[in-house]
Nanobody, 123 residues
């Protein structure tokens, strides 16, 4: 079991950059494939990015490709989402998730979720 804690969310202007972190208050992240999802106001939660246990394979939503980078440091027990060229449509609550299987773009494939961190992009 793992308890996930997201941090780094804040208000930022369009075109700016932001880095989100996901750590574990309990458990070891290296045992899991990890993902980031987000929920914008009035919308369903959507996939953002995912990374395998060893970081060898990365997946991104088309909407963030080329702007967001997911990475992990298993020694530090942290997963990072680097976001640049932020747009107003990136405004959302961002969630970190852990998968005991392979991880994918399907949130049903993830077993543990953090409480989220708010990112607000103003134009």
């Amino acid at each position: 079991q793992v308890q996930l804690v997201e941090s780094g969310g804040r208000s930022v202007q369009a075109g700016g950059s932001l880095t989100l972190s996901c750590t574990a208050s309990e458990g070891t992240l290296s045992n899991y494939a990890m993902g980031w999802f987000r929920r914008a106001p009035g919308k369903a939660r959507e996939f953002v990015a995912a990374i395998k246990r060893d970081g060898a394979m990365l997946h991104y939503a088309d909407s963030v490709k080329g702007r967001f980078t997911i990475s992990r440091d298993n020694a530090k027990n942290v997963v990072i989402l680097q976001m640049r060229s932020l747009k107003s449509e990136d405004t959302a609550e961002y969630y970190c998730a852990a998968s005991m299987e392979y991880g994918s773009s399907d949130e049903g494939g993830f077993d543990y979720w953090g409480r989220g961190t708010q990112v607000t992009v103003s134009s």
